[in-house]
């Protein structure tokens, strides 16, 4: 089977190293980003199986950047799930419920728990 | 044009307008009733004569019918006595003149009888010359012989008159025709009963026409015109036509005249009847002009009432605008003689409480400039009293350099300085939310990354590989050391909002400060090259600040100037300007673009984020710097071109204003 491949996208260099570290070592192909722009830009040749996207990016946030990716139709069908230091409000869970984000996780993170959740994901 | 004059001259039209619509209505529906009138009357003088002269002729061939029977008896006798020498001499011959001749003296219609024998040939008459004249041909002997004939209207010479032949036969008792009795009408008693006037007015006649155009009645503008004159009109030619109607046209004189024209086709004539039109229309002139004078009186009416009533109108509304006339030149009128219970009487009313209420607030703005008027007298002797005050001092305390003014304008200067710190609480009450969730994720970030690192670190598959250990640990490391800058730079912001930051102000001396700024720095610039210069100006006195403080700005100053240049130089210089020190922080950096010149000094603005990761930034240093010369009274601001450098420039003042600063808070 194919190595599943999975787009990180963060502002924070040390989170990007981190989380792609944690991922390789469990087999996962790992593309990093540092901004939503870059990311939307090799989203024009990559086709990630997921996107770990931080929400709390400047310039553009990871908000917009999801937005940006399910107006696009090559990349709408996309699974995105969100890092996130903020807890959602009900408001805020709607809101992630209509742009199709499958989860959030919280920072600080435990390295064992985000595995299992990009496992669930990729299920 | 005036209002009134608009008024008046409206109502004129309007009932101009009307009246002569009704007066046209009226008049064509009673010129046509009036025509209609006389065509009934024209019809039913003309029907009434045609009567008349069926009911004459048919008399009068009735009277012949009787005498024919009275004659038949001797007639026959006549007839069949034979033999005597001559006609004159037959008893029964003589017998039937003699009837004739009284029949004649008795009826003065008939102007000759005359006997036809079967043979068409005249054999006795009242005229002797007529005797033994062949009429086999005419119409009154063929007809005659079957039954009455009335001939048609003609001319006779022989008595020079018109005439009309009736026959009717002569039948013995077993109704053998034995001869033809004819006798001749004269027609002037026919002309007299046409031409007789009746109900006809004036100018009305009635005529009779025969198929040749030819009058057969004396008319009454041509007196002997009977069988003499020949009429061509209209009605002659519709009439011969065979048609019977009503028609306006021209009569024989060339007059307009009403006609009615009926065919009598039993006696082959036209029967006319007509009127003048001047005549028949008599009443419609007079009806026309009495219709006018109506129109006149009503007009005159209705002017005099528009008049009247518009002058009625717009005096109100002139009161009304000379009372706005007289408001405009102050004089106050606050009642208004307009009683026309209307709406003008209303505008009237909102007039007069505009003008109240226009009073009142002219009153009040009146008090309220007489109070600001004495509270400007007030505050003027205040400034004055304070200038005096200042004044005194000056010439007893020989320190005090600045004159009244000054001390005027670094009132206001606080005043204003007062007034933007109060702006800028609200704002920062207001993005306080925005700040407590920006501060979170702040910290959140690095301890995510120590977090994370930290488990990897204790996995023992990483925690053998030397080298990645000693780069995680490397990382948490920085990571701990940011956090650490963080929070500290946090609490100096929290205390500084708090106003818990206490200053101990002393006097400072700049250029052994800045120098310390410079030594403290050395290391780091000449690492990367960079010449790191301090420039006090000679005339820069001490400054009444707080050494620690101002140490703090500075290094925060010259750390950003060093992390963001790579090369060329980093220079303090420090001049006095009036009652402050001019402070420049310039580099040769990477420069920063004129749209972020105010963002920079916001908390957690980084124009970079990355570049500022790279340098241990934590968004913060600028706000701290802005916040802590604010609080020393002073100001900061930038200036800058990308990729050549950035200046900022600092103005503290030398001495602080604390007393007056704290009595004006």
Known sequence: MAKKKIMLVDDEQNILELVSELLMNEGYDVITTGSGREALEKLKTAKPDLILLDMMMPNMSGRQVCEAIRKNSKTKNLRIAFLTVAKFSEAGKEKLNELKVLDYITKPFDNADLLERVKKMLK | MKLGIKLSLIFIILSFVVALVMSITFFIQSSSAIESRIENQLESINLLKQNHLDTYILGEQLDLEILARDISEDYKLMLDSSGFYSMELNPYHKNILEKLSLHSEFDKNFIEFFIIDKQGMVFMSTIKSEVGKIKENKDYFIKGKNSSFIGYFDYNPYFQLPTLIISVPIKDDKENLLGILAGRLNLKEISNLITKREGLGETGETLLVNEFNLVLTDLKYFPDAAFKKKIFTDATKNCLDGKSGFIQSKDYRDVNVFVYYLWVPDRNVCLITKIDESEAL???????????????????????????????????????????????????????????????????????????????????????????????????????????????????????????????????????????????????????????????????????????????????????????????????????????????????????????????????????????????????????????????????????????????????????????????????????????????????????????????????????????????????????TKELITKMQGSIKVESIVGKGTKFHVLLPIKQKEDDFKKKA
């Open chain 2, 282 to 624: 008599k009443d419609l002139t007079r009806l026309s002009y009495i219709m006018a004078i109506i129109f006149s009186v009503i007009i005159i009416v209705v002017s005099i009432i528009s008049l009247v009533l518009a002058k009625k109108i717009t005096s109100s509304i002139i009161k009304l605008k000379n009372a706005a006339l007289d408001l405009s030149q102050g004089k106050w009128k606050t009642r208004l003689n307009i009683h026309t219970k209307d709406e003008i009487e209303n505008l009237a009313k909102t007039f007069v409480e505009m003008t109240k209420t226009l009073k009142k607030s002219r009153k009040q703005l009146e008090s309220y400039s007489k109070s600001l008027e004495s509270k400007v007298r007030q505050r003027t002797k205040q400034f004055e009293d304070k200038a005096k005050e200042a004044e005194d001092s000056k010439k007893a305390t020989l320190n005090i350099m600045e004159d009244v003014e000054e001390t005027n304008n670094k009132l206001k200067e606080t005043e204003r300085l007062l007034r933007i710190n109060l702006r800028e609480m609200k704002k920062l009450d207001k993005q306080k939310g925005e700040f407590i969730s920006i501060t979170s994720h702040e910290l959140k970030t690095p301890i995510t990354s120590i977090k994370g690192f930290v488990q990897l670190l204790s996995d023992p598959k990483i925690g053998k590989k030397s080298q990645k250990r000693k780069k995680y640990l490397g990382i948490v490391y920085r990571e701990v050391i940011r956090l650490n800058i963080l929070i500290s730079d946090i609490l100096d912001l929290s205390r500084l909002d708090l106003k818990t930051v206490k200053f101990n102000y002393e006097k400072v001396d700049l250029k052994e400060l800045l120098d310390t700024v410079r030594k403290e720095n050395e290391l780091k610039a000449n690492k990367k090259k960079i010449q790191l210069i301090v420039e006090v100006d000679k005339t820069v006195p001490k400054i009444e600040n707080d050494r620690t403080r101002l140490l703090q700005v500075f290094t925060n100053l010259v750390v950003n100037a060093i992390n963001y240049t790579q090369k060329g130089y980093v220079k303090i210089t420090a001049n006095k300007e009036k009652s402050n020190v001019h402070f420049i922080v310039e580099d040769t950096g990477i420069g920063i673009s004129k749209q972020y010149f105010e963002k920079i000094f916001e908390r957690f603005y980084q124009v970079d984020s990355s570049l500022t990761r790279e340098i241990g930034g934590t968004g913060l240093g600028l706000a701290i």
